[in-house]
């Protein structure tokens, strides 16, 4: 081999090198490129991530808190109709306790009506018996002194025969 084929391989051997060494760093630059672009992929995946996850968190909070707001309207108004419950009872409690004293008035008013009459009547009755008794005492004649004292009784025959 000569010194010029010798060169000339050497020539071509180092170009093949040089060339190898261009793929390679190419390769290298390629791989890196790469590797940013995946890196940017993966944060932004994770960003869009975080982003649905405190989206979804954000949801559940606010849905949390309109059952929290449901539930504290249905408690405030079981509240309400339990008190307007306990109103209702009471009013008619007191109603139904007026009505029966009321009731209770009604009829010690009429028992003291009827024991009025009833003492009017006696009254009555006790006056008429005395003036028919009197209109009999009148029409029978005068009394004797002895009847009279005792208030107009007739002696009895007992009475009679102490005196003979």
Known sequence: MSKQ?????????????KEQEKVEKEREKKTA??????????????????????QQEAEAEK????????AAEADK???QQQAEAVKTAK???ADAEKA?????????AAKKQKAEADKAAKKQKAEADKAAKAAAAAAAGPIPKRQA???????????KRRKR
């Open 33 to 54: 490129v790469d590797m940013r672009e995946t890196e940017k992929a993966a944060k932004q995946q994770e960003a869009e991530a975080a982003k649905a996850a405190k």
């Open 77 to 79: 108004a079981a509240k």
């Open 91 to 93: 009013k008619e409690k």
């Open 5 to 17: 084929e010798y060169d000339e391989v050497k020539r071509q051997r180092e170009a093949h090198r």
């Open 149 to 159: 004292a005792e208030g107009g009784k007739p002696e009895s025959d007992q009475t």
């Open 100 to 108: 029966a004293k009321q009731q209770a008035d009604a009829e010690k």
């Open 63 to 70: 849905a949390a808190k309109n059952q929290q707001a449901e």
